[in-house]
């Protein structure tokens, strides 16, 4: 299983980011696919989840209205499309399943900065 993250860089608030996520190595189709992020000296946390089939999706409270998981199954890809970008936004941004354990990605770095 590999995931590979991609679309990171330095924003200035109120700017847009996409990430991509390309997976290999696994049904990609048949699983779930979260996007977690960790900024300097905090917990990692969820800031978005989808569903196999891209039906159903959830957000973390500090996201909700600006950020927009989706997946696209023929391209073993899943996106995160971030505006009004924040500073409290930077961050390591990474894309995670679970196929009999956990998978991360290596990370891609946000910095939203002026």
């Known amino acids: 299983v590999q995931l590979v993250e991609s679309g990171g860089g330095l924003v200035q608030p109120g700017g847009s980011l996409r990430l991509s996520c390309a997976a290999s190595g696994f049904t990609f189709s048949n699983y779930a696919m979260r996007w977690y992020r960790q900024a300097p000296g905090k917990v990692r946390e969820l800031v978005a989840s989808?569903?196999?089939?891209?039906?159903?999706?959830n957000y973390g409270d500090s996201v909700k209205g600006r950020f927009t998981i989706s997946r696209d199954n023929a391209k073993n890809t899943v996106y995160l499309q971030m505006i009004s970008l924040k500073p409290e936004d930077t961050a390591v941004y990474y894309c995670y399943t679970y196929y009999f354990r956990d998978y991360w990605g290596q990370g891609t770095q946000i910095t939203v900065s002026s």
């Open positions: 989808i569903s196999s089939g891209g039906g159903s999706t």
